[in-house]
Nanobody, 121 residues
Framework: QFQLAESGGGLVQPGGTLRLSCAAS????????ISWFRQAPGKEREGVSC????????NWADSVEGRFTVSRDSAKNTVHLQMNSLKPEDTAVYYC??????????????WGQGTQVTVSS
């Protein structure tokens, strides 16, 4: 069975830092594109960032450019989302998903359960 599990969310003050993790079971993440989406209350799900199979990192949301970075830890079969200079508008549930290329409209066939990120003073 293919599964993803996010962790690392929490409450952080504006300007703070969090690192989210997405751990896989049942498959090797290196063979897939892994994306991060988020959904804030009352808003549609938004694609945030993605890492290609070859390790190229893409930010889909202009609002996170220069602040968010995706990286792989192949030894731990995990992908991380490093979030710096967090803003209240980054508050959302963050999900990771498995796909085949970093295309926002592409096929994302395995999803994690989500982790809450709250940015507030």
């Amino acid at each position: 069975q293919f599964q993803l599990a996010e962790s690392g969310g929490g409450l952080v003050q504006p300007g703070g830092t969090l690192r989210l993790s997405c751990a896989a079971s049942g498959f090797t993440m290196d063979y897939y594109a892994i994306s991060w989406f988020r959904q804030a209350p009352g808003k549609e799900r938004e694609g945030v960032s993605c890492i290609e199979i070859r390790g190229v990192h893409v930010n889909w949301a202009d609002s996170v450019e220069g602040r968010f970075t995706v990286s792989r830890d192949s030894a731990k079969n995990t992908v991380h989302l490093q979030m710096n200079s967090l803003k209240p508008e980054d508050t959302a549930v963050y999900y990771c998903a498995r796909g085949y290329a970093c295309l926002r409209g592409g096929v994302w066939d395995v999803w994690g359960q989500g982790t809450q990120v709250t940015v507030s003073s």
